[in-house]
């Protein structure tokens, strides 16, 4: 399901946005909030561009997304082996499985205080969360892939002779790469969430979450909104460009999945 | 009874080991005993605030919090996803609205929503309806859009009203994907309102409880309070949706269980 690209589509897509920009314009200038509250579009663009060209808007980007990415490293880490272990071996599922699904529906920030008390607040404990977040959605669904390959494959690659090692790296792995593509993918949206929350509460040096709820104290709306967009365009980029990218060179160029999907 | 017994030690095994690891962490000294306190301790601290009524004023507040904040996501996601579906004007005036706000996480929107609302109450809960309300209408939007042409066409053909069609072929065809929705937009709520609640300093909640325990110390507290936030969790994966699918995709033929 290729989306095609048609002029129509862009028109209307283009008219939407304008119609929404000018519905906040009106609502900002209309002075039923302060404009300190609800700054118009022009302000929040100056603010912007400014954050932009002094460069703390890529430094508090780079450092938000590093932890991201730190983060993302250490849940796969652990999540990969510990999903693939699950998935292959009934004892380490029967083990595992009743305290991955204890663990896993606590939400990542109530460790917040803990963490806090036990490492202090800063970067560590800010990792940890996104660590934490990151670490079971890649359990799960390494786990669920791993199941998922077809014991015909594995079989037929029995039957014609494979080391256990060869029926590892030939068969289970790239039979259970599209899940693990999804699992960090969502590993990503929810690390992505736990950063922010991370920063705002355990007050690491820079990260656009800081930002946000720094600039909260001086009624920098405009700040806050700027560093908003940033927030989105990086979430979107790793979604769309990234991602996407990677699964198209990778699982859907093995054939796993079909390429182009939605 | 003897199968039983096999299998409950099977599922508390991994308990067990966990719990005496933890316990062998905790009683070495390696930490104070203050901030990683003995199991004993968690699971009496557990049953004092259970006993005095502390706990359940937090249970309540949050699940209240979260009943309400749900609420709101699930009938404005259903609503405009619906909207978004049946009419191309909705759509393209929506989509990219949606499509830009999807990415930004719920809880970037905080310290805004504090400036707006102040704190308290009602920020907490606009802003966890707001934050899982997208993903309920991305879903509900698909699910829509996916409605077989050919039946639409059917349903046509043997003269179904507007009405009709609505109620009959679109809401019983994209239900599944609405009821996905509804359920990850649930999860998400759950997700974010501990931190909300962190952020928003309301004056009662399980996640207020945990950050103000920090204050003192009280090491306990919080981890009898994440395990409460735990079992919470589990629950409502469990039984709450579990149910709901149930009762209405499985019966009607929608699902298989």
């Known amino acids: 399901m290729k989306l095609a690209f048609s002029w129509r589509a862009l028109w209307r897509g283009t008219a939407g946005i304008i119609f929404l920009v000018a519905l906040w314009e009106t609502f900002a200038r209309s002075g039923m909030f302060s404009q300190a509250l609800t700054p118009p579009l022009d302000k929040i663009v100056a603010v912007g561009w400014q954050l932009v060209l002094d460069g703390s808007m890529f430094r508090n980007g780079a450092h938000t997304l590093g932890r991201v990415l730190l983060g993302l490293f250490l849940a796969s880490l652990v999540g990969i082996p510990v999903g693939m272990l699950m998935g292959r071996f009934r004892m380490a599922e029967r083990f595992s499985l009743p305290l991955v699904s204890v663990l896993m529906p606590i939400p990542s920030l109530a460790w917040v205080p803990i963490f806090i008390l036990w490492f202090g607040i800063g970067e560590t404990t800010t990792i940890l969360v996104v660590t934490y977040a990151a670490t079971f959605p890649i359990i799960y669904n390494v786990w669920i892939g791993v199941r998922a390959v077809s014991p015909l494959w594995m079989r037929a690659a029995l039957s014609m002779g494979a080391t256990q090692r060869q029926l590892f790296r030939k068969v289970v792995l790239p039979g259970a790469a599209p899940y693990v593509f999804t699992g960090i993918r969502l590993a990503f949206g929810r690390a992505w969430i736990a950063v922010i929350g991370g920063e705002m509460l355990a007050n690491p040096a820079w990260g656009l979450g800081r930002v946000i709820f720094d600039a909260n104290e001086f009624l920098n709306s405009e700040v806050m909104i700027a560093s908003l967009i940033g927030i989105g365009a990086i979430g979107l980029f790793f979604e769309r460009v990234v991602f996407q990218t990677v699964e198209n060179r990778t699982v859907a160029r093995w054939g796993m999945v079909f390429a182009g999907r939605a | ?257």
Not at chain 2, 46 to 55: C, E, P, W
Not at chain 2, 126 to 152: D, R, Y
Request: aromatic share 10%.
């Open chain 2, 1 to 257: 009874m003897r199968k039983f017994l096999g299998d409950a030690l099977v599922l508390g095994a991994p308990f067990l080991v966990l719990a005496a690891m933890w316990e062998v962490v905790a009683r070495s000294g390696v930490f104070p005993q203050k901030l990683f306190p003995s199991l004993e301790k968690v699971f009496v601290t557990m049953i004092r605030v259970a006993g005095d009524g502390i706990l359940w004023t937090h249970v309540e507040a949050t699940l209240i919090r979260l009943a309400l904040g749900f609420l709101i996501a699930a009938v404005v996601g259903v609503v405009v996803g619906i909207l978004m579906g049946r009419f191309r004007m909705v759509e393209d005036v929506f989509l990219p609205a949606v499509s830009a706000a999807y990415p930004i996480p719920g809880l970037a929107y905080a310290p805004l929503f504090v400036l707006w609302f102040g704190l308290g109450n009602l920020p907490a809960v606009l802003l966890v309806g707001v934050a899982s309300c997208f993903i309920v209408i991305i879903n509900t939007w698909k699910g829509v859009k996916a409605v077989k042409p050919m039946w639409l066409r059917a349903a046509a053909v043997m003269g179904a009203r507007e009405r009709q069609m609505f109620w009959k072929v679109i809401v019983p065809a994209a239900l599944p994907y609405i009821l996905i929705g509804v359920r990850l937009g649930l999860a998400q709520a759950w997700r974010i309102l501990v931190a909300v609640e962190m952020l928003m300093s309301v004056d009662q909640g399980l996640g207020w409880m945990i950050f103000g325990a920090r204050q003192f110390l009280e090491t306990d507290v919080m981890l009898a309070g994440i395990a409460v936030i735990g079992l919470i969790g589990v629950l409502l994966e469990k039984q709450v949706f579990a149910r709901l699918e149930r009762y209405t995709l499985v019966r009607w033929g929608m699902l298989t269980a």
